[in-house]
């Protein structure tokens, strides 16, 4: 059976330690989010394994994951955080690397979209670690919104030898109901082969409350144009999907909007790019 794969989620625990960013609309999720919460719904879904992203900016957090993701039988891959603008970022992959369950580490992300530089992905200091992280042979989450596309294209194109991964879509502003400015930053990423994109995220771009399927159809159909399923994958960004409904209205909205392609083109989106672009192993483990 071909894999099923969430190819984004998180696990926190704000007894353990300090989230700032959940506050105000988001404060509703300050509490714990760990496995045996998520292990059900990736049941009621037949979903085979998923990537655990990180949400703190310390290698930390990083570490723990990747030690709780080894003792988690459904993760099978883990995104982390180092400092790119560090001139060590080789060597604080590798400390990740050697710690207890260092074999999930899969990739690193950044929220871009926090730093208040739109161009922080040009500085030299950011592209000297991105470069150590492609021959680390790690992918690099990029977490921006419009604001950052511009800026995030041409780091992309700039180092063909790094492996991308577009989060969210760059957060499509659904709710606002004008999406020309981010579908036309967003195309060109979709022309350099070295970039993938998630399909995640997507309802709480959305109104949380009134959201429908169609609110979400735009964006999909333009990342299956622009990206094709080779790089498409599928994720829900559970816990903070919860903001607009449950883990199933997330996966599910997504999964009926590509119900017309192809079997096999679905299951590249469901599972089988995660496979390859964060380098996941045997599907049968």
């Keep these: 059976m071909p894999p099923v794969i969430d190819a984004h989620h998180s696990f926190w625990d704000p007894e353990a330690r300090d989230y700032p960013w959940l506050k105000g609309d988001l404060a509703m999720l300050r509490r714990r989010f760990g496995p045996d919460e ?14 655990l992203a990180q949400t703190l900016p310390e290698t930390g957090e990083s570490a723990a994951l990747l030690a709780l993701g080894a003792a988690v039988p459904f993760v099978r891959g883990v995104v982390g955080w180092v400092d790119l603008t560090a001139p060590d970022v080789a060597g604080q992959a590798e ?12 990739g690193v992300r950044h929220r871009v979209h926090d730093e208040p530089d739109p161009d922080w992905l040009g500085r030299a200091d950011v592209r000297r670690g991105l470069l ?22 041409d780091a992309c194109a700039s180092l063909p030898e790094v492996t991308f991964v577009l989060d969210h879509l760059a957060a499509p502003p659904i709710a606002s109901g004008d999406l020309s400015a981010w579908g036309r930053a967003l195309l060109p990423l979709g022309e350099l082969p070295n970039v993938a994109a998630k399909l995640s995220g997507l309802v709480t771009e959305a109104d949380w409350h009134t ?28 816990p903070t999907c919860l903001l607009a409904g449950g883990y199933s209205d997330a996966i599910d909205a997504v999964r009926y909007l590509l119900a017309e392609l192809p079997e096999h083109e679905q299951d590249e989106i469901r599972g089988g790019t995660a496979m390859r672009v964060y380098g996941l192993g045997d599907p049968s483990a």
């Design 38 to 51: 998520l292990a059900p719904e990736l049941t009621a879904q037949r979903i085979t394994g998923t990537v």
């Design 95 to 106: 400390q990740l690397r050697s710690g207890p369950g260092g074999e999930l580490l899969a």
């Design 132 to 153: 150590a992280l492609g021959e680390a042979g790690l992918a690099f989450d990029v977490q921006v919104r419009t604001r950052e596309l511009p800026a995030a294209l």
């Design 211 to 238: 959201w429908s399927i169609d609110d979400l159809r735009h964006p999909v159909e333009l990342a299956v144009d622009a990206f094709g399923p080779h790089r498409l994958m599928l994720g829900s960004d559970w």
